[in-house]
């Protein structure tokens, strides 16, 4: 933690030349990145999407005030990580795809319907994540590999085109 403290910037700086690179390495410019495109035909309802709990975990006071509290636990060999990983994988799942939700263009309440839609798949991402981040001095490096895996564009090409052959087949 006093060494991830340290490294903070840079590890900010590294993540973010992670993500650059590995979108100019795959042809990814900002052309590519459409608008998002709601996926479910009736999505669920999402209250109170201005605060959430996952949002304060995800925001970088947040995550330094649930290092600290969840630090004990670390004193714990295997539960103890597990459980701090657990607590705090909505947390890191939202903060690993901050890039990606700018670079969608993605409002507060389309994030809150995006992570709710992928509950658990969003929760498992993040509990790995954050165990694999957690783990010491190999887990620095983790902090950046872990930013490129946050990158799900796939699905939403397959969405939208499909949205739009939709439309066109009403149309005619």
Known sequence: MILTFFLSRNLRIARDRAWDQTLQSRGKGPAFWKPYVEEWDHPPSVKGHGWSIAGLMGSLAGRWAIKLTLSPLHLVPVFGIAASAYLKSLGTARYLHLSYYKAK????????????????????????????????????????????????????????????????????
């Open 105 to 172: 263009g993605m409002s507060q309440e389309q994030i809150a319907v995006f992570m709710e839609e992928r509950k658990w798949p969003y929760q498992s991402f993040g509990f790995t994540a954050a165990l694999l981040e957690s783990l010491p001095f190999v887990g620095l490096i983790f902090t950046i590999s872990n930013r490129i895996g946050a990158y799900l564009e796939k699905r939403q090409h397959y969405v939208a085109e499909l949205k739009a052959g939709v439309k066109d087949a009403k149309r005619a």
